[in-house]
T-cell receptor, first 112, second 115 residues
Framework: GENVEQHPSTLSVQEGDSAVIKCTYS??????FPWYKQELGKRPQLIID?????GEKKDQRIAVTLNKTAKHFSLHITETQPEDSAVYFC???????????FGKGTKLSVKP | GAGVSQSPSNKVTEKGKDVELRCDPI?????LYWYRQSLGQGLEFLIY????????KSGLPSDRFSAERTGGSVSTLTIQRTQQEDSAVYLC?????????????FGPGTRLTVT
């Protein structure tokens, strides 16, 4: 069935460094790729998303890139801050309108 | 405005008992989703309601799990004859329209513990 793989499962960086999280998906019909941030004990919240007709999208310190041919997409966080510490989930739609399939998450720790 | 709400926030039940978890989506949102999150794990899709269409139940792990959405609004997830492996946080989300087009907003979750 459809699958989303996410790497790494844990990531530790120094404050100010960049962090990159990568995901691959299997359903070639997927057309929407959101990223969610979940702080400890809180609900997941959307931080950025990208659609299949776009290769890159930026929002201040975060950016997402999409390679549809290779079926992978990545989250880039620059100038990391301690408040970026959280679990990040990537997701892809099942088909073009189906439910989201989530990756297993990346626990990001930013050390001051 | 009000976000997605879920009740109860915590539920402890004995193995073999039935439980009902409730989700109140954002008003006007036609799509509603249930997910399960086990400790340290990702978000496991359970079921998806979109408008008046038949729900996508493909993620339900067994026939002990069922869900209803009444009047296109409130949803209830029912787990019958609970097992210890059902212990998890159950998250509900809603969106303005279909999953591939609109952002999903999550509720705070219900933490279910089966003893």
């Amino acid at each position: 069935g459809e699958n989303v793989e996410q790497h790494p499962s844990t990531l530790s960086v120094q404050e100010g460094d960049s962090a990159v999280i990568k995901c691959t998906y299997s359903d070639s019909a997927s057309n929407y790729f959101p990223w969610y941030k979940q702080e400890l004990g809180k609900r997941p919240q959307l931080i950025i998303d990208i659609r299949s007709n776009v290769g890159e999208k930026k929002d201040q310190r975060i950016a997402v890139t999409l390679n549809k041919t290779a079926k992978h997409f990545s989250l880039h966080i620059t100038e990391t801050q301690p408040e970026d510490s959280a679990v990040y989930f990537c997701a892809a739609t099942r088909g073009s309108q189906g439910n989201l399939i989530f990756g297993k998450g990346t626990k990001l720790s930013v050390k001051p | 405005g009000a976000g997605v709400s879920q009740s109860p926030s915590n539920k402890v039940t004995e193995k073999g008992k039935d439980v009902e978890l409730r989700c109140d989506p954002i008003s006007g949102h036609t799509a509603l989703y249930w997910y399960r999150q086990s400790l340290g794990q990702g978000l496991e899709f359970l079921i998806y309601f979109q408008g008046n269409s038949a729900p996508d139940k493909s993620g339900l792990p067994s026939d002990r799990f069922s869900a209803e959405r009444t009047g296109g609004s409130v949803s209830t997830l029912t787990i019958q004859r609970t097992q210890q492996e059902d212990s998890a946080v159950y998250l509900c989300a809603s969106s303005l329209g279909p999953a591939g087009t609109y952002e999903q907003y999550f509720g705070p979750g219900t933490r279910l513990t089966v003893t």
